[in-house]
Every structure is written in C-alpha cells, then in structure tokens.
C-alpha cells in the first residue's frame, strides 16, 4: 500500500513534531530537542532555523559541492577519469536514465528536503514567529528561507525539467510544494508547469530582495548570507535561463554601473578583484556575491568535495576524478598562456587538472555560488541578445573580465561580423571564467545547444529523452499523481 508520506525527514533534530499539545501525555515532547510547540518561542531558536536551512541547502549534494559538479560535467569541458558512478560517471556519459539510480535520488531528495526546511519555517513564522520577533525580523528571515527555497526549486529545473524555451515553460516541471509537510497526510501532488515553477522562484526572490538587508554585518555574513544583491544576482541568472533578456538587464543594472570600472553602487559594494586568483583564496571578497562556507569542523563529506573530484593527488591530494579535456576550452587558442586563469590549470602525469581549488584533503574550499563576474557576463549577453548588434556596452563587460585577467586581449567592434559572433565570444568568456564553477551545463540547456561529444560519449540532441533526467523513483512510488520524464 502506497504511503501517503512524503519527505517527512524534514527537520531532522530540528523540529520534532507531535501533533498538539493535548496528546502530551500520551505522546510527551523529547527533553533533548525542540518541538512544534516551543520552536518559534525565541529570536535564538528562530534564527537556528534560520541557520539550518542554510547547512541543509550547502550539503555536498546541494550547493555545497555535486550541483555544481553534476552541471561542470555535462558540458565539455572535463574528462572522467574514474568510471565510477558514485562520483557521476553516469551524470557525464548521459546516461543517468533510471529513476532509481543515486545522482537522480539524492538530489531529487536534498533539494525537496530543504523546500521543505523552508515551507515549516515559514508556516511556523506565520503562525507564531512573527509576534515574537517582529515584522521586519520576520520578514528578514522569511526571505532567506524564500531565497534558499528559490534556489532549490531552480536546481530542480535545471535537471528534471524540459527548458523554458521549450513551450515556453508550458512542459511539467516538479511538485510545487509551498505548505510544509510536518505529519501523515495525503501530499500526492501533480507537476506544476515549468512557467508555474519559474513563476514562484521569481515570486520568492522578489520578496527577497525587498525584504534583505541592504548588507550583512561582516564581509563573511556579506559571502554566506544573503543580502539584497544576492536576490538580484540571482534573478539574473533565473532570467537567462527564461530567455528574458530585457529583465536581465533591469535586474543587473540595479547592481551594474554603466562604466567601467563596473560595480555596485548600492547595497555590498561588489566589484571584481584585480586578481582573479584572490576569490578562491580569501574568499569573502566583493566579488563573492553567494558562497557556501566550510571549515574543517564542517566539511563537505567524503566523495563530494570540489578540490577532491578535480584536484590530483600530486596537487592537493584529490582523486582526479575529473581532468581537463583536450578537446575542450583548455585547447582554445585565445585563452593565452598569460591569462592568469592559466594558472589555475595545472599538469600532473601528462594530464591538465583545474587546481581552482587548491585547498588540500580534507577540501575545505568554498562553493562559489554566484559571483559579480556572472552578473557582468550575464548583462553582456542580455544586451547582445535583446538588441541583436554589436552592443558597446556588452563589449566593455566582457573586456572588464578578460582584461583583468589578460591585458593584453582588448576586443573591438571589428573583431565581431555580427551579435552571434560576440554572443559566443561572451559564452567562450564563461567557460573560461567559470570553468569548475557550475555553469557549464545550465548554459547548454538554456540556449537550446547540444549535449557536446566527449571520448566514447556521442552528443546529445536538445530534443533527445536524456537531454533531462527522469523523476526520482522515490517521488513516483510516493505520489501517485507525479508523471515521469
């Protein structure tokens, strides 16, 4: 018999939940954790929560490291050295086709498991929270857990789910759960279209956005908490993935000056850094607009680190499981040998390596989930795409990040025919600048292109079955009503 229970994990030794507090005494509320009853009764058990979503949502199968892998290696960029499935084999050969294997589960499970985190916090901030600290603090932390919840409903996207230009968002997308689930009850739910979904992401960073501080208390607090840039970031990169060019633009122009040097003239002040090496070192620079930070009383867990599946043993002590295709962006002959991203690459035993994170065992390099970098490269493209010509500004944003990084590169309007050609000089620009970072297979999807070649690996067509990955086997025997991919 099917159960009706769906993701009750939840808060795990968070909020232990019994149904009211008339069953006391039948059911007595834990001494060693904090129920329903007395969850929103402080600023200090409020904010915990607060803190819990952030830790749930920076798990190493979230954003704290194999998201951004799993998005890395379906581009074309890497070469899987290890064939182990544990470690995406499956995720960078297009073959992650059965509903019941790990790379589909996990994050399928992680990604709800934080919605929901987030759905309780904000029905118990209704219903209690509120009074106890106050609408602006209530509405500071409801737009955290909005912004976390945004960012786990467009991971969802990226992977399950057709691209928005595909019907223009009428194709399912996932469950849209906005009520948390805290007990037994019937939560079958059918797809929301991927407009529907796009629709609520937007909804909540918009709430955010409104609702953040205009900065953190510290440069740390400004990197790992979110702020009001940090929903603005964001929206422009939901925007890009909707095709929707011209909010791209209003989105970045709130945070982008109309000059160089570019940065924000409001809120934190980003800004790029002069050396492109500083971001994944310091890591709390200005140019660090969301990151998820560990430490080595906290760290990503085995088998899940960014400097472990890309850094080789002889460099920090990683397991190479990923090293730089030959054919891939580390061949191209306009990323010079001076480019100080150079030296982020790194060869050992014959192969190149990224060595971005340099961190060594037990990896403890933060997850870089968006930077300034993206938001200027985003802009430039909006521009290029929304307008069709050979923008002047959009020339000047891709300048600002290949110069700082290679000054002897200044691109001109004569080095371009046409939009399409500075459109992929602006793409080439991101594989170079964000290599590692996460963006590689979203940037595929959302412009319709192919799933590239690799070593034993034909293409995948955008119209193919495993240009997305089918619904977790878990949601399907759980929810009658979902459909598979």
């Known amino acids: 018999m099917k159960k009706n229970l769906i993701y009750v994990l939840m808060a795990a030794g968070l909020v232990q939940l019994s149904s009211c507090a008339k069953e006391n005494f039948v059911n ?69 086709s059965n509903s019941s294997t790990n790379s589909v589960q996990n994050h399928w499970s992680r990604a709800y498991y934080v919605i929901n985190l987030s759905n309780v916090f904000l029905d118990g901030m209704a ?26 409903y467009y991971s969802l996207l990226q992977l399950y789910a057709r691209p928005f230009w595909d019907g223009n968002g009428s194709k399912p997308g996932v469950p849209l759960r906005l009520k948390g689930n805290t007990g037994s009850d019937n939560y079958a739910q059918a797809r929301a279209t991927v407009a529907e979904v ?19 208390s510290s440069a740390f607090n ?36 109309a000059t160089a040097p570019f940065t924000a003239t409001s809120g934190v002040a980003h800004a790029l850094q002069a050396d492109v090496t500083n971001v994944f070192k310091t890591y709390t620079t200005t140019e660090s607009i969301f990151s998820m930070p560990f430490a080595s009383n906290e760290a990503p867990g085995g088998q899940n680190q960014l400097g472990y599946y890309y850094g080789p043993a002889a460099f920090n002590g990683g397991n190479g499981e990923y090293s730089l295709l030959s054919t891939g962006i580390v061949s191209n002959v306009g990323w010079k040998t001076t480019d100080k991203r150079r030296t982020m690459v790194g060869v050992f035993g014959g192969k190149s390596y990224l060595t971005k994170y340099s961190v060594p065992s037990i990896f403890t390099d933060y997850a870089p989930v968006i930077r300034y970098a993206e938001v200027l490269l985003n802009l430039a493209e909006a521009r290029v795409r929304s307008t069709s010509t050979v923008d002047a500004q959009a020339i000047a944003l891709l300048n600002a990040i290949r110069g700082r990084s290679d000054a002897s590169t200044v691109f001109t309007a004569a080095d371009f025919a046409n939009s399409d050609a500075l459109a992929d ?45 089918p619904i977790s086997s878990t949601e399907l025997l759980l929810n009658p009503l979902c459909v598979d991919n």
């Open 198 to 216: 796009y629709t609520q992401i937007l909804a909540d960073l918009n709430f955010a956005e409104t609702n953040l501080p205009t900065a953190n």
């Open 127 to 152: 219903a209690k929270g509120t009074a106890v600290v106050g609408a602006t603090v209530s509405n500071n932390y409801q737009a955290e857990a909005r912004l976390l919840r945004a960012m786990s």
């Open 28 to 96: 007595p509320v834990p001494t060693n954790v904090i129920s329903d009853l007395t969850a929103f009764d402080s600023k200090d058990r409020i904010e915990g929560q607060v803190r819990s979503i952030y830790a749930s949502i920076k798990n190493a199968g979230m954003y704290g490291g194999r998201y951004m892998i799993f998005n890395d290696i379906r581009g074309g960029d890497f070469m899987n050295d290890r064939t182990n499935v544990v470690t995406g084999f499956d995720v960078w050969n297009y073959t992650p």
């Open 425 to 469: 000089a602006i793409l080439t620009e991101r594989r170079i600048e964000f290599l590692g970072e996460g963006l590689a297979g979203t940037d595929l999807t959302r412009l319709g292109l192919p799933l590239p070649a690799k070593p034993g690996v034909a293409s995948i067509a955008p119209t193919a079955q495993q240009y997305i990955w």
């Open 222 to 257: 400004n990197t790992t908490r979110a702020h009001r840039n940090t929903a603005i970031a964001l929206k422009t990169r939901v925007y890009m993935s909707m095709r929707r060019y011209a909010d791209v633009i209003t989105e970045a122009n709130k945070i982008v000056s």
